[in-house]
């Protein structure tokens, strides 16, 4: 698969096959594409905390709506942003940085054959504090990442929307 076949193939996935173990070479790979994004001034302000242990993963769903998908996935990864890694240099670029590190994960994964879903942590405090109870970090929670094997095929979307385009 190349890279513009995975970006048109992609869809949040939230359903997984059951049981399935995901070899730490997988998370590396994944984990390295998602350091290889570009952050402002080359800061990386970001950590990555893979979970797979059950009771936490179902920690989170209880603690955060719309994440029931982790209850059959095989992980999630918690992608934390690390605001004092800009200090002085490129201050509240972090989301931004944090994003384009989340897009690589979900591409990566998706060419290792792995389905993820996408799940906002940040800005909504309720969410932060719910991952907080189960993930210690300096940084702030922005998003987890729920990964597995797809028991679901959504379609392809495909959607241009020429209003949105403005060529000046
Ligand atoms: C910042 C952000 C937060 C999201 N949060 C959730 C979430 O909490 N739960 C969920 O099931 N999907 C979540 N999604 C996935 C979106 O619902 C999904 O990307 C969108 O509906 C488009 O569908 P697609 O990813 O299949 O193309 C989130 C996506 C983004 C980018």
Redesign the pocket.
Known sequence: MNISEAIRA???I?RYKPGVEIPREDFQKILEAAMMAPSACNSRPWEFVVVTDRQILEGITKG????Q?LKTASAAIIVCGLPQAQAGISEGFWPQDC?AA?ENILLQALDLGYGT????VYPRESNIAAVRQYVETEGVPL??IAIGVPDES?AP?GHYEESKVRFL
């Open positions: 992609r869809r949040s939230r955060m709506t719309y994440t998908m994003g989340i879903c996408w799940c906002g998003a987890v959504p979307r």
